[in-house]
């Protein structure tokens, strides 16, 4: 009896180390979607378009967040820190981004799950200092580059 509990145990361990190992999701090329200011937000009800440029490197992302600016400009933010992991992805981009004549700090922080080609998930834009919540999806449009 005691053999079967030892080996019962093992096999758990096994296999949940073989979830740990397993590969993270593919993100890399371009990404196109919306996002949608949550309700409780003051944008709440409006709709922008999100592109993402991504490239990756095992679990680490790289790339860009490209969001709708005033007058319909596109602001291109850099990604700083990016996670792929075996179902979800995470990331968070910042820097300055020029506004007409106004030089801003955009921060963008996006998790997402990958499920049929479609990443969705929750966001937050901060535009100095000023946040706002939203939800996202996005799909892919065009596979990562090739070098």
């Known amino acids: 009896m005691k053999t079967r509990k030892t080996a019962a145990i093992a096999a758990m361990f096994l296999l949940g180390g073989c979830a740990v190992l397993a590969p993270p999701i593919e993100v890399a090329g371009t990404w196109i979607g919306d996002l949608a200011w949550v309700a409780g937000d003051p944008l709440a009800g409006f709709e922008e378009p999100l592109s993402l440029i991504l490239e990756q490197t095992g679990s680490e992302v790289t790339g860009s967040v490209i969001l709708q600016g005033p007058s319909a400009t596109s602001l291109t933010v850099p990604v700083e820190t990016g996670n792929a992991g075996r179902r979800s992805m995470d990331l968070r981009a910042a820097g300055p981004v020029t506004v007409g004549s106004q030089v801003v700090s955009i921060t963008v922080t996006l998790v997402?799950?990958?499920?049929?080609?479609?990443?969705?998930?929750?966001?937050?834009?901060?535009?100095?200092?000023?946040?706002?919540?939203?939800?996202?999806?996005?799909?892919?449009?065009?596979?990562?580059?090739?070098?």
């Open 112 to 147: 997402g799950e990958l499920e049929e080609g479609l990443l969705t998930g929750t966001g937050t834009r901060i535009v100095n200092g000023d946040a706002h919540d939203f939800e996202w999806s996005a799909r892919r449009t065009a596979p990562p580059a090739t070098p």
